[in-house]
């Protein structure tokens, strides 16, 4: 019997928020599946087998655990040690048609664990050949009906004789995959909730020693005031810290929503076991000595997880700070800060333990109130994508801020990010711009491709900062300011000096001045001055944000100037910021306090220096034209053959498994079923085939060297222009240095040259980079990166970026390069790119792009030069089946 494909185990999230297992079915489940018969009610079997079926027989019981994982396929779905559910597949002999069905245990049924099954198998009988899905369900059943119409692919019914028999392609739709993200919303959302919110909390471990962390959680939990019972575990001791303490976690007479382990690292695998036993809905591991040690770290580390994610327990950590809730009704501090920031709207994550103290510690400092956080550690379950999923629903947050040393999924958080993002804005900061993380440290061994981090950020409206400074200063501003309509700045103040500054820095973070110079009252000006003044510029319809500068009179005291503008600013709908009395953070005088005490919106933030004001001004602004700009569409474009290029690469793959570059004529036809309009090419290995050639592709031609250093190199005669017959041919093939193929090819018309590339990148996926031609523009790095699928705003923003663009548009006075057809190129590039995951390089360089009218042969763009390299697919496969993140290397 063959055996079933790796990637068909997965860890899932059910809707409830609890974890399960799913896996192929094996001869070894047949206790199990006995098992899920005996436990599930009469109606229940009643309703998968028509009929009373009490057990199965000998003979189906076989049938049932012994698959082909070809036309006969199932998946089982494990919670402990018990099969909860199964699915199957078989497809009708001779067709590419599969009945499916489902049997749920009764005590897990409505935890969309049918959809899920329904899920993964589509998946794999997809893998399998299989194109259509039929179901026969008893009219009765409609929770199963159900589960078949709402996974968004196009039933057809009919009824007869009390059952409803469905029919429906299994090939991923647009419905069928907002179907799929909007339920893993859903339910990753709920997990994470049962780990804010539990209704009780045991710290195993817990110790009367004030050296240990275990009486440090206990300690701030208890001094947080968590609003239900806490349970020390420690079987040496019967109180800690006042508190009954319990042997073990299974002592405890009552349930546990939550278990913060202190314990070692060696003892916890036994905890995680008990806790299983106990049915704890989730755990947080304060203990190190995990993955951030090394190779065998990482192994115990995954052993771990996938022991508690088996059991239905999600795992923050291990190696890692706590979580912590400042809702009044939860008063949750599980972590090792013994000060947490005050109640407030903004939910942050942070990646490091050692780190999240101090970060804790600066946000109380800036007056930043929190609706959560959470320190993952070695981020070996839970990370930043599934906080996104709990904050993009959560009331209580407005602003989510992320510190982040590597990336779990990083094309799932750009698709959290972009959704989350279009109501609230989402501030990161990346370590490792310049070095990677080390394996200890995150998991990680080299440093993520910087042009990968800024293209994701770009097409996910991340406002990426480069500094803890600078994710505070924004995140101050984004909780307590609206956003600006625009990037027209006004400057008030009573100092000269300090308004050129900050006008200086104003157009440095490429924003515009309101008015031609800075307002300035005086040092002489009173309050009233002050707030004239200030009302004036919020009234203004020419202005969308103000910068206060307030620098304190020897004669006058500065409370009254800072009542001044907190009341201004109260009731506007435009951001203020202020450089007041040298101050970071939301002083008194600027603040306006809400129920919890803390800085509420309206509240004016305070930056030291007038420059660290406007650059958080401007990276909000920024946000704002994001969140301004149009989504854009992926267009439907003409005249592609995607069947006729996905040949061409499975003949290449047929023939070299690994991979390799294509040939020029391989090129050449893979470009034509995308309508990349390649010029005439040719490859010779002799003059007079050169010749033949040019006659062929028409004059004028060029002749280029195929040897990789005069490749490209018309500086050292690899390049030949201008041929415009046979004789011209003959010399120029004469004067390239022999012993390589040359290219004969047509001859384009002067125009600008530009580049176009796919670059395929492991774990971001694939990257369409543009860029104008030249080693200067190489040396400087100019180039404009998007994330794929490309949008028609995407193309538009591509062509734009470079800071070359002023070629493309009429410098010095030349005729302005076609970019629409620039635009369409890139699009059809974009395309090949998403169709085509099995493109691992391409690159089209030159393509040169001339004026719109008639330029070259009624064309007025043509690509000179491509090379293509294609191999087994990395980050681009298509969107899979629900499954948890499993990070690289456990």
């Known amino acids: 019997m063959p055996r079933p494909p790796a990637h068909w185990e997965a860890d899932v999230v059910a809707a409830d928020g609890g974890t399960v297992h799913l896996r192929p079915i094996s001869p070894d489940d047949t206790d199990g599946i006995v098992g899920l018969m005996e436990r599930s009610s009469d109606q229940t079997r009643y309703y998968r087998f028509f009929g009373p079926m009490r057990r199965l027989s000998d003979r189906d019981l076989h049938r049932f655990t012994h698959v082909d994982h070809v036309d006969r396929v199932a998946f089982v779905v494990v ?92 090939a991923p739709t647009e419905q069928s995959l907002a179907v799929t993200y909007e339920r893993e919303q859903r339910s990753e ?46 079987p040496a001791v019967r109180h800690v810290r006042g508190v009954p303490a319990y042997a073990d976690i299974e002592s405890i007479p009552d349930d546990v929503d939550l ?17 299983r036993r106990k049915r704890v809905r989730g755990l947080v591991v304060l203990t190190g000595g995990f993955g951030e040690t090394g190779a065998v770290g990482r192994a115990t580390e995954r052993i771990l997880v996938d022991s508690a994610r088996a059991s239905g327990m999600r795992v923050v950590g291990p190696n890692c700070l706590g979580i912590v809730n400042t809702d009044p009704a939860v008063r949750l501090n599980a972590s090792l800060a013994p000060h947490v920031p005050g109640r407030g709207r903004v939910g942050f994550f942070a990646q490091s333990g050692a780190l999240g103290v101090a970060l804790l510690e600066r946000a109380r400092a800036r007056g930043i109130g929190l609706s959560s956080f959470v320190s993952a550690g070695n981020r070996a379950d839970v990370s930043g994508n599934d906080l996104l999923q709990y904050w993009a629903t959560d009331p209580a947050t407005e602003v989510v801020l992320l510190h982040l040393e590597s990336f779990g999924n990083p094309r799932k958080f750009a698709r959290l990010a972009r959704r989350v993002g279009r ?31 800024a293209a994701l950020f770009a097409s996910a409206g991340v406002i990426r900062v480069d500094t803890l400074a600078q994710l505070f200063d924004v995140g101050t501003l984004l909780a307590h300011q609206p956003l600006p309509a625009g990037d027209r700045v006004a400057i008030v103040g009573n100092s000269t000096a300090m308004g050129v500054l900050v006008a200086d820095a104003v157009l440095e973070q490429r924003l515009q001045l309101a008015h031609d110079r800075p307002v300035d009252i005086g040092t002489q000006a009173g309050p009233e001055d002050f707030r004239a003044a200030l009302e004036a510029a919020l009234a203004d319809d020419g202005v969308d944000a103000v910068v206060a500068v307030f620098l304190p009179p020897l004669s006058r005291g500065s409370q009254v100037f800072g009542r001044v503008l907190r009341e201004v600013s109260a009731g506007a709908v435009k951001p203020v910021v202020a450089n007041f009395l040298s101050t970071d953070g939301i002083p008194d005088e600027l603040a306006v306090r809400d129920e919890h005490g803390m800085p509420a919106r309206g509240s004016v933030p305070s930056f030291s220096t007038p420059e660290r004001a406007v650059i958080a001004l401007g990276k909000v602004a920024e946000y704002a034209r994001w969140r301004r700009r149009p989504t854009g569409v992926v267009p439907v474009l003409e005249g592609i053959d995607e069947d006729a290029a996905r040949a061409v690469v499975r003949r290449v793959l047929a023939e070299e498994p690994a991979g390799r570059a294509l040939t020029d004529e391989e090129t050449i036809e893979l470009l034509a079923a995308y309508r990349l309009p390649m010029l005439g090419t040719r490859r010779v290995t002799d003059v007079e085939d050169a ?74 996926g694939a990257l369409v980079s543009f860029g ?36 493309l548009d009429g410098y010095r006075g030349s005729a302005p390069a076609d970019t629409a057809a620039l635009e369409d190129l890139l699009l059809r590039v974009g395309q090949l790119g998403d169709d085509l995951p099995e493109v691992l390089q391409l690159s089209l360089e030159p393509v040169i792009v001339g004026p719109a009218d008639a330029w070259h042969g009624g064309r007025s763009l043509v690509v000179a030069g491509a090379t293509v390299r294609v191999g087994r697919p990395t980050g681009r496969l298509a969107p899979g089946p629900r499954r948890m993140f499993r990070p690289e290397g456990s």
């Open 79 to 170: 919670l402990g040690d018990e099969v909860i559910g199964v699915g199957r597949y078989d497809r009708y002999p001779g067709t590419d048609d599969a009945e499916v069905a489902f049997l749920i245990e009764d005590a897990h049924q409505r935890r969309g664990l049918g959809s899920v099954l329904l899920e993964h198998l589509a998946a794999a009988a997809r893998e399998r050949g299989i194109t259509s899905f039929v179901a026969e369900v008893l009219s009765q059943n409609s929770q199963m009906v159900r589960v078949f119409i709402d996974a968004g692919y196009s039933a057809k019914r009919s009824y007869e004789d009390g059952v409803v028999h469905l029919t429906f392609p299994i």
């Open 189 to 234: 959302s709920r997990s994470i909730g049962r780990l804010l919110t539990p209704g009780s909390v045991a710290v195993v471990g817990a110790s009367n020693d004030e050296t240990k962390i275990g009486n440090a959680v206990l300690r701030h939990l208890l001094d947080y005031g968590f609003a239900g019972p806490i349970y020390p575990v420690n």
């Open 423 to 453: 109501t609230k804005p989402v501030v990161a900061v990346k370590s490792g711009r310049h070095v990677g993380m080390t394996a200890g440290l995150a998991g990680t061994s080299v440093a993520v491709p910087e042009q990968s981090v």
């Open 259 to 275: 278990a913060v382990l202190t314990v070692p690292a060696d003892a916890v695998a036994g905890v995680v076991e008990a806790a």
């Open 691 to 764: 010749v033949a050639a040019a006659e062929d592709v028409g004059y004028p031609v060029v002749l280029k060297s195929t040897a990789p250093w005069l490749r490209d190199r018309r500086d050292l005669g690899g390049m030949r222009f201008d041929l415009a017959d046979a004789d011209d041919v003959r010399t120029a093939f004469a004067a390239i240095p022999a012993g390589d193929p040359v290219i004969v090819q047509e001859q384009a018309a002067p125009g600008v040259a530009t580049v176009v590339e796919i670059v395929d990148d492991p774990s971001f």
């Open 772 to 807: 104008l031609g030249g080693v200067a523009t190489d040396l400087l790095g100019d180039r404009a990166y998007r994330t794929l699928p490309l949008t028609d705003l995407d193309a538009a923003e591509l062509v734009r970026e470079p800071r070359a663009w002023p070629l």
